[in-house]
């Protein structure tokens, strides 16, 4: 149980992605805490561990609040992974990547809604931080790491490369563990998502610094955090080759497919984003998945954006994208999916435990704000 209390001038909501729980616990859009009110959240953290995060879902003002600051990590342990020796306490960091734009007396910028630029890609800012810091730079042993990467910005999609050329050992994303460790050389974030990596920085060496670079950003937006490798330290840490196995959720099993066509309705001033040519509306429900059914759930992209779609209360996996095989970062169980202009992705779920209201949206917080979101209740 969490009890918010909120001591701000508006009406807040708070929202645990990646978390799976009951209706009205899961911080809709609609159901709000007004100032000087307080909410218990109860969760029940009988899910997989991973790593969660906790943000702001009040309807129409998502992107302000959390570009504001409501947002935090919520890391969830269990005992199959305490016991799989992977890098543990000092050398498990977080990393919650935000990119923001300041004013000269360090004030945070937000355009108005009526820059239509913001509504079109969503806010991109100047300057990259790393939980809360610009130009951040972390001293680390000769050692391995577990990097926890979150990409809490409102619209800002990375792909991110290490400086000295090594590939990351990519163990985990948004639903926790994969079933082995891979190998890569780029991982692509966009908004919401999460990777899990391992990075040894004994091939480097005291003395030596490398750069978490962002290969889709110029000037300061292509550097994330750069780490001094500054001591010699024992590492008793390993990475096992089978983390954890993973059950495929099989297609055959699916008793329903639902279409969603995200898109851009109207131009200029009046167009908003919208999911199957309609906008968000709270007393409108789109989808009535029966409890404890499979489902494809398949997300068509025909905009010139890419729109990080995130479903609450389920974790589901990728079965294909455009009919290809999904990325490394999506073997694993996952709650965003970033969809290609162009492309059509399909996902597959269970909806257990829970009947009731929930949403789904894209991540691009402005977008999401601007009424990509939809409902669907599970009966
Ligand atoms: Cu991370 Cu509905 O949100
Ligand atoms: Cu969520
Ligand atoms: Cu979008």
């Known amino acids: 149980m969490v009890r918010h209390r909120n001591q701000l001038p508006e009406p807040i909501s708070v929202h645990l992605h990646g978390g799976h729980v009951s209706p009205e616990d899961d911080g809709h859009p609609a159901d709000l805490v007004q100032p000087g009110q307080s909410k218990d959240y109860f969760y029940p953290n009988t899910q997989l561990a991973a790593t969660l995060w906790y943000h702001d879902h009040a309807m129409d ?22 016991g799989l020796g992977l890098p543990r306490g000092a050398y498990d960091i977080p990393l919650v990547i935000q990119d923001r734009a300041f004013a000269a007396d360090g004030s945070l910028i937000y355009p108005g809604m009526s820059s239509t630029s ?19 730079y972390a001293p680390v042993a000769a050692r391995k790491y577990r990097l926890r990467i979150l990409n809490a910005s409102n619209a800002r999609h990375y792909m991110l490369a290490l400086s000295n050329g090594q590939p990351f050992t990519l163990i985990g994303t948004d639903g926790g563990l994969l079933p082995t460790p891979l ?7 966009a908004p919401a998502e999460r990777v899990e990596v391992v990075v040894d920085f004994a091939r480097d060496g005291v003395g030596a610094s490398v750069v978490l670079q962002n290969m889709m950003g110029q000037g300061q937006l292509s550097q994330v955090l750069r780490f001094d490798v500054t001591r010699v330290e024992a590492d008793d840490s390993s990475v096992p080759s089978v983390l954890r196995p993973i059950a495929r959720l099989d297609p055959a099993e699916a008793v329903q497919t639902r279409d969603w066509t995200l898109d851009l309705r109207g131009s200029g001033r009046g167009a908003t984003w919208v999911i199957n040519g309609r906008p968000f509306n709270p007393s409108r429900i789109d989808a009535r ?9 398949r997300f068509r992209n025909p905009s010139t954006m890419m729109h990080p779609m995130h479903v609450h209360d389920v974790m589901f996996q990728v079965l294909d994208r455009d009919g290809l095989t999904p990325e490394p970062t999506e073997q694993g169980w996952k709650d965003t999916v970033h969809v290609e202009a162009g492309q059509t992705v399909q996902v597959i779920a269970r909806f257990t435990d829970y009947r009731g209201i929930y949403v789904f949206h894209c991540h691009n917080l402005e977008h999401e704000d601007h009424e990509m979101m939809s409902q669907f209740e599970v009966v």
């Open 183 to 189: 190998d890569v050389p780029m991982l692509s974030v």
């Open 118 to 136: 913001l509504l079109t890609t969503g806010f991109l800012g100047d300057t990259l931080l790393v939980n809360g810091a610009p130009w951040p």
């Open 61 to 82: 003002v998502t992107a302000p609040h959390i570009y504001a600051g409501l947002a935090g990590l919520y890391v969830l342990e269990d005992p199959g992974e305490a």
């Open 289 to 297: 998945p029966q409890l404890d059914t499979v489902e494809i759930w």
